[in-house]
């Protein structure tokens, strides 16, 4: 689809990007100057299970299977796939398909790529989760052997990305690595890749610009063509703005705050025992979070104050259960006198400040509400790539979080966030260190149920036990509206990940 300049090849040496002769450009083709405040984390398909990076890599890299504009799973690198059985999947791969190099793609490149990203130092082997081994048919065919029956592995495969494996033994990268982009991405349409190009956009710079005022002031001054995530404070100014056209949708993310659960005593908070294992802690907490009030005075409306984990367009959500518990300071007070902390405690919430919209005010306030229960909280907050590699680290007490749904279904939060961690893609975002017995089981089921009404109820129950035993501290569902030139014209996502092949500019 996309390829980077040569320079970011030379910086980061990954070239592995899929291409098939005979794509026609456009001959009105233009380039699309695109600002937001993430980093790229790496350029390595199989490192960091992070949404920009994600997004970015997938111009570049692609899987068996793809999304449409309505999140369905379409055929990408596989044409077509059948079950011939509950536990096996027959994939006929796409012919005539060549990696940048010239080598042809084939049945050794998925298998090599399933390996390679489920090594245990990269974050993305939720994506392969539940499949046992791929099994090679030919040399365009092949079968995906499942440990049990899968219902969404079509979703998952989306993000499994194809690597050469070729390429990856020519240039020392079999191991999962961890390469940082150069802070200017640059990208440029691969005139013979397979598909088709659905806009007349042929280049894409793509400028991480941390500070919303200057990220704000290069959209106004023209210097960016579009802004993916826009500071609530300046969204009815960009709507007045007749050059500029605001494009608004929701995003299937939900912002949190995770408490470490798992140790005797907090590494970051006060000497004794651990106050968050205490349920009755943890629920003063989510009642002393105004989250009405940061919807309205932060947010500016740009969210839906949350109870559960997962957001409006995920499989599993449901209205009348999105419901926090009550704002009550004096309840939470008494809960908190009730588990043997008449005066509250302390500790560290540690904070990214470029990654999620409003990150460091949103912790700021919520540090400052818990103060009124008499929880003194110390706020550090750093940019994202140090940051989450501290949680990753679990060098952290408590920390602040947004997790999207990459496949639209429940379980994806579920098996990462709030199942056991054990290896692979089972608790490989559980940084709190917590364990429920009675989740576990239900998580396990839904992995396998093919019944969508008992899948349904297994994901509703898992959801309600995390929401009422307060394992973690929703704030709220992010709203995500982009602004872009009115020449400009973008299909908007709810996964936050912009498709540069929708792009049309006039």
Avoid at 102 to 119: H, L, M, N, W, Y
Avoid at 203 to 231: C, E, F, N
Avoid at 337 to 358: H, I, Q, S, W
Avoid at 465 to 482: C, G, K, S
Wanted: charged share 20%; glycine share 6%; proline share 5%.
């Amino acid at each position: 689809m996309f390829k980077r300049l040569i320079s970011l090849f030379l910086s980061t040496g990954f070239v592995s990007l899929l291409a098939l002769g005979g794509l026609a450009i456009n001959t009105h083709a233009k380039t699309l100057k695109w600002a937001a405040q993430n980093d790229i984390l790496t350029l390595d398909p199989h490192a960091q299970n992070h949404a920009t990076t994600n997004n970015i890599v997938g111009h570049a890299y692609e899987g068996l299977v793809r999304y449409d504009k309505n999140y369905k799973p379409e055929p990408a690198l596989a044409t077509s796939w059948t079950t011939t059985s509950p536990t096996r999947w027959r994939f006929n791969l796409r012919k005539n398909v060549t990696f940048h190099d010239g080598t042809p793609f084939t049945a050794d490149d998925v298998i090599f790529s399933f390996e390679r990203i489920k090594q245990p130092q990269g974050t993305l082997q939720i994506y392969v989760s539940g499949v046992k081994e791929i099994v090679k048919v030919n040399s365009y065919a092949i079968d995906v052997v499942l440990d049990n029956p899968n219902p969404i592995l079509l979703n998952n495969f989306t993000t499994f990305y194809i690597m050469s494996k070729k390429w990856a033994s020519a240039n020392n990268s079999e191991k999962v690595q961890d390469y940082k982009a150069d802070q200017r991405l640059v990208m440029s349409a691969n005139k013979s890749w397979w598909g088709k190009m659905q806009g007349n956009v042929t280049d894409v710079v793509y400028t991480p610009i941390k500070s919303d005022p200057t990220r704000i002031a290069a959209l106004i001054a023209g210097d960016v063509d579009a802004v993916t995530d826009l500071p609530t404070q300046d969204v009815a100014r960009l709507r007045s703005n007749s050059n500029l056209f605001v494009l608004d949708g929701p995003e299937v993310r939900t912002i949190f705050i995770g408490l470490d659960q798992g140790s005797d005593e907090l590494k970051y908070g006060s000497s004794g025992p651990n106050p968050f294992k205490d349920i009755r802690v943890r629920r003063a907490l989510n009642m002393a979070v105004d989250r009405a009030t940061i919807q309205r005075t932060i947010m500016r409306g740009l969210s839906i104050p949350a109870g559960l984990m997962i957001a409006p367009g995920v499989n599993g959500y449901s209205t009348t259960a999105d419901k926090s518990m009550p704002f009550d300071i004096e309840g939470a007070k008494k809960l908190l006198a009730d588990a043997g902390f008449p005066n509250g405690f302390e500790f560290t919430l540690d904070c990214p400040n470029n990654r999620y919209v409003n990150d460091e005010e949103i912790c700021q306030a919520v540090t400052n509400m818990w103060a009124k229960i008499n929880v003194r909280v110390k706020l550090n907050t750093q940019p994202f790539g140090p940051y989450i590699a501290k949680v990753q680290n679990f060098d952290t007490s408590a920390y602040l979080l947004g997790w999207g749904v990459a496949t639209y279904d429940a379980l994806y939060s579920l098996q990462s966030l709030i199942r056991t961690r054990t290896s692979g893609s089972d608790g490989n975002f559980n940084f709190v260190k917590l364990s429920n017995a009675k989740v576990d089981a239900l998580i396990d089921r839904s992995k396998t149920e093919t019944n969508k009404k008992n899948r349904d109820q297994l994901l509703t129950e898992a959801l309600a036990i995390t929401r009422d035993e307060a394992l973690y501290v929703p704030i709220h569902h992010q709203m995500r509206p982009w602004a872009m030139k009115k020449s400009v014209a973008m299909t908007h996502n709810s996964n936050d990940a912009p498709k540069m092949m929708y792009v049309t500019i006039k």
